[in-house]
């Protein structure tokens, strides 16, 4: 409990340091508005009091007049400093938001790969919610309401020990079990909250798949709809009961800050009778304090209630500072990059790698080089480690053993640019995104978004250049799901349309990872025709389970267990009878023999 | 808005009548008492000022005031303890009747955008309690008129000018507030794309294989412009509408506080003429307040509720969606013939058939291959004889019985291995057994489903088969291959007569492929099966081969018949066998 308030107040700290950070000038009118508008209640108090003095003792009229308009002014003030700033907080707001979400993004631009395939990092990144700025304004917003109600009741104390020196102390003596049990069962009330995220995040998973259409069709066919609905019913009991049991908890302990409430409530009331009957206190002080009971006890629960939410809201903090100090992947210095004589030739040199926090190479002592303008496959059985070597190329993982030059350089010191340049990739789970058609194709080279021209060649080198025609919108037809005029493709037409993203970029090497896997024989066969003619003077680096893309290859490698067993050219191989010969024997007996036997 | 209102008193009623009952009975008991609160409270004002002559009087009244503040501290604690605990999984019952809602639309609805959209919303509706709002805000209106009432009759008493000056004072609150409802909720309308869009753009932004391509290709920049770009659009439009509001509130504070010095006065002409003692001058202000109090939150009640409705209606309005499970007729089928009577179907907004006119007929046990180019309609006929899709015209029959007018039984009939099949964070287990729950618990076809699908060590490999896949929750991450696999045992497991493999094999290497292929007829046994693939060499080892070309069958029969008819299917095999041949 002690270090966790400290973490708390240290968030605190830290959520209003950041936030002045970007917005120093509205955050000064914010502070410096709280604190003035929290002496509005005990002012208030204090003007009620003497209008009614004046109202009782003599019939001042002016003084009636003066106290009146007084205490209407300050009335106005208070609806006024709430407006005021309100408005001021949705400046702040969006001033900060401009501010800090384009650096949230940045961070999320350099955060190693591997943080992203790692799962315990993973669930970090999931808990970054969309908008982590808006938890930061909390956190600030609660610390200054918290502020403000300290200075609030800090005045009407005043006015309390003014009455009555009794008064004063009851008043202290009943808050100080309030704060203890309020806080107690906000801490509890948190804790619970942070073991449920989970359960809550796979609840909501269970119900979108509903919704998501690819799980939809199993869903109804198989009649699976009871396995999610009863998993995902069982997830709500659990969170129910664990809810329920911390909530009784929370209730016992908030009823006896309510009954300290209570106490302190009665014991005012019988107080300021005393005091009233023995004339120590005017009749406007009894009746400005009896009208001020129940708001100054709201007062100081809502203090509690801010520093309750405070403290919820402060552990998430944890999250963005830890997001904040997740590794960031190297970034090369620019500009006195070394120009190499020739800058696309690849060459591992005993690469070893494995998968951060696992125990197994995935990569054993790889070594090959590839030279400009080679068409290469990498061939092998699923989990040989092929994808492996092509994220190690594309920098994504560095090497654990071993180094990769490319054109002589460590492929480290490579700039992002550079690598832009040297390589365009079509992975094996590509991305289909749910914009526009030229976007779509334009994110291989991003500076052709605008020149028609150049997508409509790749298209036509990916086969879909009939798509732009067939919509009213034309490369600005929206696809997929996310807009309601959003038409969706078919996979084949997704798979061209990632190729031709591949295409547009001008880089020396393709890297295709099962480009062809969900196109149809002719199209397939059309590609292959295509290939030479599209790659110009590109190199490609293809992992294929169609051999027939490995024959045209001028080397093939053939992968087994996160080695390169063979190399070669596919006649080469074929002599050879090996593990590529295999491969070949199995897959071509599906169209050389008359008649399969099975 | 009625209807809304009727239903959601239903829906709460017969979901919690008890804890419905006590909730209204306790609003009631509160608003009394704070009704007497305030009665009280200028009681107790009113003796203070004659506390020389009547003291025990003040100190009755401060002891009947704390007895009510008991009683209302209490009551307090019980609507706590029924609305966080003993409501929360009542409330369920919603979320369980959109999820069964949901998968009983058709599968062409629920991949329209514009429903899942509607989805998003209802399931919004229900988080956010939407229906229990409105119930409670229609019932609160009651004990807030007891309350308005009673509080009016004391003000009354001290003068009828000041109930006016009280009922108008809250007026503007009234029509501000029914302007703002309208306008937010047209906002939030509006507003469903561009966040659907942010929250898509966001997760590109955030998530693994975007993230990959990005950095590669370096469109990372782009993307990010967009988001902030559509996300200030948002941001901004509410910031001006939060900004108009909180003036609009402003003014009717401004309003309020006007008539309040006016009452003030009132009061102090009262006091003057000595209508009232200088006791009632301090309660007769207090009441005032309390009117405006009462009769604002009323009000913004009352206009608040058509607000509410407005989202509750979400929920509702999704139920009205075209259902394709209403059928509810029960024959015994043998699966004997499966057949299409001028099946033809299109996708909503599409212009033109994707299936087009396909008469057929198959009888039990045969094997049968469904080739053709990419977007020739494979797909869509296996999910129209599956029952997936609604036929545009047309039928599709078993034994002579239009599908269409079946219960759910007939799915029983078929299994499947979807070319874009699930793949589910959950145990390796369920992520088989998904396929036909009852037998969740037999360990040992499940491990036999994978001996077939040739993840025969899988179970082994990840530490156990029930340990969970998807790294969404932190469970073991499989690649592409053996995700394939997975969903490969996943249909092998169900025991359907009639299989259905689209794209089995397309991200398997060659050996695992060969393998699997060449165990496909001893895996489909007796049953009737069919397989979409572009891995045309499968259709060598079939009994049947449709070609399917622009959304038509245009040729059928054997391999060797097709190949003798040099057509279509000759060309699509000689493109691709070319590769293969020395």
Redesign the interface.
């Given at each position: 409990m002690q270090s966790e308030s400290v973490q708390a107040i240290k968030n605190g700290i830290y959520s209003f340091q950041t936030i002045t950070r970007y917005v120093p000038g509205w955050t000064f009118c914010y502070v410096f508005l709280t604190a003035i508008s929290a002496l509005i209640s005990p002012v208030q108090i204090y003007v009620l009091e003497n209008l009614v003095d004046s109202v009782v003792s003599a019939w001042n009229v002016q003084h009636i007049f003066w106290w009146g308009t007084l205490l209407i002014a300050v009335i106005l003030l208070r609806s006024g400093f709430s407006f005021v700033k309100g408005l001021v907080m949705t400046m702040l707001t969006r001033d900060f938001r401009r501010g800090q979400i384009p650096v949230t993004l940045r961070k999320f631009r350099q955060i190693e790969y591997a943080c992203f395939e790692n799962s315990s990092k993973q669930d970090l990144l999931n808990k970054i919610s969309e908008n982590p700025q808006s938890e930061i304004l909390s956190v600030f917003v609660q610390m200054l309401s918290i502020i403000s109600a300290v200075i609030s009741t800090a005045g009407v104390e005043l006015l309390l020990f003014r009455a009555s020196f009794l008064l004063g102390i009851v008043s202290i003596v009943t808050m100080l079990p309030m704060f203890l049990l309020e806080g107690k069962a906000a801490n509890k009330e948190t804790k619970l909250r942070w073991t449920m995220t989970t359960d809550i995040r796979k609840r909501y998973y269970l119900q979108q798949l509903f919704v998501d259409k690819d799980a939809l069709q199993e869903i109804k066919l198989f009649d699976a709809k009871d396995l999610l609905i009863d998993r995902s019913e069982a997830l709500t009991k659990k969170i129910n009961t664990e809810m329920k049991d911390t909530l009784k908890q929370v209730i016992r302990l908030s009823s006896g800050s309510s009954m300290a409430a209570f106490i302190f409530t009665g014991a005012a009331l019988f107080v300021l009778s005393f005091a009233l009957l023995k004339g120590n206190i005017t009749f406007g002080v009894f009746v400005s304090l009896v009208t001020a009971l129940t708001s100054f006890y709201g007062t100081i629960r809502g203090t509690v209630g801010a520093v309750a939410t405070f403290l919820r809201l402060s552990a998430k903090i944890k999250y963005y500072q830890d997001f904040l100090a997740l590794p960031e992947r190297m970034d090369p210095l620019h500009g006195d990059e070394k120009e190499t004589a020739d800058p696309a030739t690849i060459q591992f040199d005993h690469v070893s790698f494995r998968y951060p926090g696992s125990e197994k190479d995935v990569l054993h002592d790889v070594s090959f080089t590839i030279f400009p303008e080679q068409r290469i496959a990498f061939v092998g059985q699923n989990g040989a480690g092929k994808t492996t070597i092509i994220k190690l190329l594309l920098g994504l993982y560095v090497p654990t053993r071993g180094k990769i030059y490319i054109g002589g350089m460590d492929s480290t010191e490579l700039s992002d640019e550079k690598r832009q340049k040297l390589f365009s990739v079509i992975f094996q789970d590509y991305q289909n995104y749910e914009l526009t058609l030229r976007e779509n194709i334009a994110f291989g080279n991003i500076e052709k978004l605008r020149c028609d021209d150049a997508l409509f060649k790749a298209m036509k080198d990916a086969g879909i250049e009939d798509l732009p025609t067939k919509y009213d919108q034309g490369f600005d037809q929206h696809l997929g799901r996310i807009f309601e005029d959003g038409v969706n493709l078919s996979g084949g037409q997704w798979q061209r349309a990632a190729l031709a993203r591949a295409y547009l970029a001008d880089a020396s090497f393709i890297i295709m990872d099962e480009p062809t896997a969900a196109l149809d024989p002719i199209a397939e066969s059309e590609m292959y025709t295509q290939f030479a003619a599209i790659l110009k003077n590109r190199g490609a680096i293809m992992i294929s389970h169609r051999l027939a893309s490995a024959k045209m290859a001028e080397k093939i490698f053939v992968m087994e267990n996160g080695r390169i067993t063979e190399e070669g050219c596919h006649d080469e191989l074929l002599k050879k009878g090996g593990a590529y010969a295999e491969m070949w024997e199995k897959q071509s007996s599906w169209y050389t023999e008359r008649k399969m036997t099975v | 808005m009625w209807k809304t209102i009727l239903l959601s008193t239903k829906d709460l009623f017969s979901a919690m009548p008890v804890i419905v009952s006590v909730t209204i009975f306790l609003q009631m008991v509160t608003a009394g008492i704070s009704v007497a609160m305030v009665s009280l409270?200028a009681k107790?004002?009113d003796s203070?000022?004659n506390?020389?002559s009547d003291?025990k009087a003040?100190?009755v009244f401060?002891g009947v005031?704390?007895c009510c503040?008991?009683v209302s501290?209490f009551c307090?604690?019980i609507s706590?303890?029924i609305n966080?605990?003993d409501a929360?999984?009542k409330f369920?019952i919603f979320?369980?009747r959109l999820?069964?809602y949901?998968?009983s639309l058709s599968?062409e609805a629920?991949?329209d955008?514009?429903i899942?959209?509607m989805?998003?919303r209802a399931?919004d509706a229900v988080y956010q309690n939407r229906m229990g709002e409105v119930f409670f805000g229609v019932f609160g209106i009651l004990p807030g008129l007891f309350q308005l009432v009673s509080i009016a009759i004391v003000l009354g008493a001290y003068h009828k000018v000041l109930v006016l000056l009280a009922g108008i004072s809250v007026l503007p609150v009234l029509i501000v507030q029914i302007m703002q409802g309208k306008k937010g909720y047209r906002l939030y309308k509006s507003q469903t794309?561009k966040n659907?869009?942010?929250?898509?753009l966001?997760e590109?932004?955030?998530?693994?294989?975007?993230?990959?391509?990005?950095?590669?290709?370096?469109?990372?920049?782009?993307l990010?412009d967009k988001?902030?770009e559509v996300?200030?659009e948002v941001?901004?439009e509410n910031?001006r509408f939060?900004?108009k509001s909180?003036?609009q509130?402003?003014l009717c504070?401004?309003i309020k506080?006007a008539f309040?010095?006016v009452s003030?006065?009132v009061c102090?002409m009262l006091?003057?003429e000595s209508k009232i003692s200088?006791g009632a001058?301090?309660a007769c202000l207090?009441a005032f307040t309390s009117m405006q109090g009462v009769l604002a939150g009323l009000l913004s009640g009352i206009s608040g509720i058509k607000n509410t409705c407005n989202y509750a209606n979400d929920y509702y309005d999704f139920f009205h969606l075209k259902k394709a499970d209403t059928h509810t007729r029960k024959v015994n089928l043998s699966g004997s013939v499966l057949s299409t009577e001028d099946l033809s179907f299109r996708?909503p907004?599409a212009d033109q058939n994707a299936v087009n006119r396909v008469n057929l007929a198959i009888k039990k046990g045969e094997i049968i291959a469904i080739?053709?180019?990419?977007?020739?309609g494979k797909?869509t006929l296996s999910?129209l004889l599956?029952g997936?899709y609604t036929p545009t015209e047309g039928y599709v029959r078993m034994d002579g019985e239009d599908i269409q007018t079946l219960n759910?039984d007939y799915?029983?009939k078929?299994s499947?291995v979807?070319?874009?099949?699930?793949r589910?964070?959950?145990s390796l287990r369920?992520n088989i057994a998904?396929?036909?729950?009852r037998r969740?618990e037999d360990t040992f076809l499940i491990q036999s489903a994978m001996d077939t699908a040739g993840i025969k060590n899988l179970g082994a490999q990840i530490g156990g088969i029930n340990e969970e896949l998807g790294?969404?929750?932190?469970?073991k991450?499989l690649?592409?291959?053996?995700w394939q696999k997975v969903a490969l045992a996943?249909g092998v497991f169900?025991k359907g007569e009639i299989l259905f493999l689209d794209?089995p094999t397309?991200?398997?290497?060659?050996?695992?492929?060969?393998d699997i292929?060449?165990g496909f007829?001893?895996m489909v046994d007796q049953k009737t099966a069919f397989v979409v693939s572009?891995?045309?060499?499968?259709c060598?080892?079939v009994d049947r081969i449709l070609v399917m070309q622009n959304g038509k069958i245009v040729e059928d029969g054997t391999h060797e018949q097709l190949l003798r008819r040099s057509g279509v299917y000759a060309?699509?095999?000689d493109?691709?066998?070319?590769?293969?041949?020395e």
């Open positions: - | 409270t107790l004002i203070a000022g506390i020389s003291a003040v100190f401060a005031i704390l503040r008991l501290l307090e604690k706590y303890r966080q605990i929360v999984p369920e979320h369980h999820s069964q949901t998968v599968l629920a991949e955008p514009e899942s959209g989805f998003w399931k794309e659907r869009l942010c929250g898509y966001w590109l932004l955030t998530s693994r294989n975007s993230v990959k391509e990005m950095r590669i290709m370096g469109f990372s920049g782009y990010t988001y902030l996300q200030e941001n901004e910031r939060a900004m909180s003036l509130g402003f504070d401004f506080i309040y010095a003030i006065a102090v006091l003057r200088v001058f301090g207090g996708y907004k080739v053709g180019e990419n977007g020739s797909t999910k599956l997936l759910h799915y029983k078929f499947l979807a070319q874009r099949f699930g589910y964070s959950i369920d998904i396929s036909d729950i969740r790294i969404e929750f932190g469970g991450e690649s592409g291959g053996q996943r169900r794209e397309s991200a398997l290497d060659p050996i695992t492929e060969y292929l060449s007829v001893g572009h891995r045309i060499g499968i060598k080892i060309k699509m095999w493109e691709q066998a070319k590769w293969y041949q």
